[in-house]
C-alpha cells in the first residue's frame, strides 16, 4: 500500500471535495482507503457492514458509497439493491478481492456506478470518486429541473389504423437540418438533422417514434432516417459535424453497426444524440456496443438534458462527449433565476468532465447571451435558424 503516498494529490480543504459512506468488513482496507480519500479532500465515514452502513445512511447524506462486495451479513450487491429502493441517484462504487464476469455485470444491472477490482489502484480511486461526486450533482440538478419544469406530455394514440399511418409515415420521411453555432466565432459548428413526416395523421418526430414504439417497429424509423441523412452528408462543408437522433433502442440494432451501413463511412462527423425523454434499458452489452460505435468514430450526445427522467446511469453509460441542455431550461432563462442557475451548474459541471455543452431552441437575443455568458458552447435555435432543407443558412 505504499504506492499510495505518492500519488496523492495535492489536498483541498478537508471534505470539500464530497461526503463518502466506505463500506468495508476489512478494517485494513478501510482504514487505507479512508486515508486516501481523506487526502484528497473527501469526507468519510467508514462503516464495517451493510447494516452500519444503512444506519449511517439514514442519519446523513452522502455523494458516493463505496462498497466491497462480499461481507458477512449484507453482501455490497444487497446493500446496492437497499439504497436504490430509497434512492436513484447516489452513485455506488463497488469493489471487490474476487472479480468475475458475473459479479461485474451484475453490479452494473443494479446500477453500481463502477466496479473496481481489488487491491484498489488508489489513483484510479480518487478518479472515479471525484468523477461520481460531479455526476450526482448533475442527477440532482436534473431533479430539480424536471420537478421546475414539469414533466413531459405522454402521447396517446389510436391503434386503429396505426399500422397504415405508419407505413405511409415512413414513406413520406424527409430530414430538416438546423445548425449549431459557435456564436462567438460566427461559425457553423454542426447541423442537426430532424426527420419530418408528410403524414397527417402522424405530423410529428414524438407521433411517428410513439407508433413506431407500439407497433414495435424503432428500427425502421432508425434505418430510413439514417439512409436518408447519408445521402446529404456529402454535401456539407468538411468540417461540419452531423447530430443525429437515435432512439436509445437503435443502440440495439446490429444494422447501425454495420460495416456497409449508411452512416458508417461519416461515422468520424457524426455525433449520435439519445434523448433522455425516452428509458434506456440495458440489454446488458451496451458498454461494449458504445465502444463499438466509439471504435467506427462516432461520437455520442445527450440529447434534452434536463427534460428526461433518466437517472445516473444515462451518463455513465454513455459517456457523452455533449450534452444538449433541453429547450425548457433556455427559454426565457435571463428572466428567471432558477434556470438560470441550473444551466450554469450544469453547463459547469459538464465542462469539468470534458464535456460539450449545447444550448437547444435558442430563440431571443437575450437568450443567447445569457447561455453563452453562462458557458454553453454551441448554440441552436430558431433565433439562427429554423429547420430546413440542406443547409439553412444563419442569421447572424
Ligand atoms: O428533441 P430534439 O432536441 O431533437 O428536438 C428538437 C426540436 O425542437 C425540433 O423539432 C426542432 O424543430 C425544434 N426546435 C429547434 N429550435 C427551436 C427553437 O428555437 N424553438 C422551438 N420552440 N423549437 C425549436
Ligand atoms: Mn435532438
Redesign the pocket.
Same mark, same amino acid.
Not at 441552436?380 to 433565433?383: A, F, H, I, K, S
Given at each position: 500500500m505504499n504506492e499510495q503516498v505518492d500519488q496523492r494529490p495535492t489536498a483541498p480543504p478537508r471534505g470539500a471535495a464530497g461526503a463518502i459512506l466506505l463500506v468495508d468488513d476489512d478494517e485494513m482496507v478501510r482504514r487505507a482507503l479512508t486515508r486516501v480519500l481523506d487526502h484528497a479532500g473527501f469526507a468519510v465515514t467508514p462503516a464495517a457492514d451493510g447494516e452500519e452502513a444503512l444506519a449511517a445512511l439514514r442519519d446523513g447524506h452522502f455523494d458516493v458509497i463505496i462498497s466491497d462486495i462480499s461481507m458477512p451479513g449484507m453482501t455490497g450487491m444487497q446493500l446496492l439493491r437497499a439504497v436504490r429502493e430509497r434512492d436513484l441517484d447516489t452513485p455506488v462504487i463497488l469493489i471487490t478481492g474476487a472479480p468475475t464476469v458475473d459479479t461485474a455485470a451484475e453490479a452494473v444491472e443494479y446500477g453500481a456506478l463502477r466496479y473496481l477490482p481489488k487491491p484498489v489502484n488508489m489513483k484510479t480511486l480518487v478518479d472515479v470518486v471525484g468523477r461520481a461526486v460531479k455526476l450526482q450533482n448533475i442527477a440532482r440538478l436534473k431533479r430539480e429541473a424536471a420537478t421546475y419544469l414539469g414533466s413531459a406530455d405522454k402521447l396517446i394514440g389510436d391503434r386503429a389504423g396505426l399500422e397504415a399511418s405508419f407505413e405511409r409515415a415512413l414513406l413520406g420521411l424527409e430530414m430538416?437540418y438546423?445548425p449549431l453555432v459557435d456564436y462567438p466565432a460566427r461559425r457553423v459548428a454542426a447541423f /442537426?438533422a430532424?426527420v419530418r413526416t408528410k403524414e397527417p395523421t402522424l405530423p410529428? $418526430?414524438p407521433a411517428l417514434i410513439s407508433a413506431a414504439e407500439r407497433l414495435g417497429r424503432v428500427y425502421d424509423v432508425g434505418r430510413a432516417t439514417r439512409r436518408s441523412i447519408a445521402h446529404t452528408l456529402a454535401a456539407r462543408a468538411p468540417d461540419c459535424d452531423i447530430f443525429v437522433?437515435l432512439h436509445p433502442s437503435d443502440l440495439f440494432d446490429e444494422a447501425l453497426f454495420a460495416a456497409d451501413a449508411p452512416l458508417t463511412p461519416f461515422a468520424s462527423g457524426v455525433v449520435l /444524440?439519445i434523448?433522455e425523454?425516452a428509458s434506456l434499458d440495458d440489454r446488458g452489452d451496451l458498454r461494449s456496443r458504445m465502444l463499438r460505435l466509439r471504435e467506427l468514430g462516432y461520437r455520442v450526445a445527450i440529447?434534452?438534458l434536463g427534460a428526461g427522467y433518466a437517472g445516473l446511469s444515462y451518463f455513465a453509460l454513455l459517456s457523452p462527449e455533449v450534452v444538449?441542455l433541453?429547450?425548457a431550461l433556455v427559454r426565457d432563462v435571463h428572466n428567471e433565476p432558477i434556470k438560470r442557475k441550473l444551466v450554469g451548474s450544469l453547463t459547469a459541471l459538464c465542462k469539468e468532465l470534458g464535456i460539450i455543452v449545447v444550448a /437547444?431552441?435558442? /430563440?431571443t437575443a437575450a437568450e443567447r447571451d445569457t447561455v453563452l455568458e453562462l458557458g454553453c458552447d454551441l448554440l441552436?435555435?430558431?433565433?439562427f435558424a429554423? $429547420?430546413g432543407p440542406p443547409f439553412p443558412e444563419v442569421c447572424w
Open positions: 430538416a438546423q /442537426e430532424l410529428n $418526430p437522433n /444524440e434523448t425523454r440529447d434534452d444538449k433541453d429547450m /437547444e431552441g435558442v /430563440e441552436q435555435g430558431y433565433l429554423r $429547420p
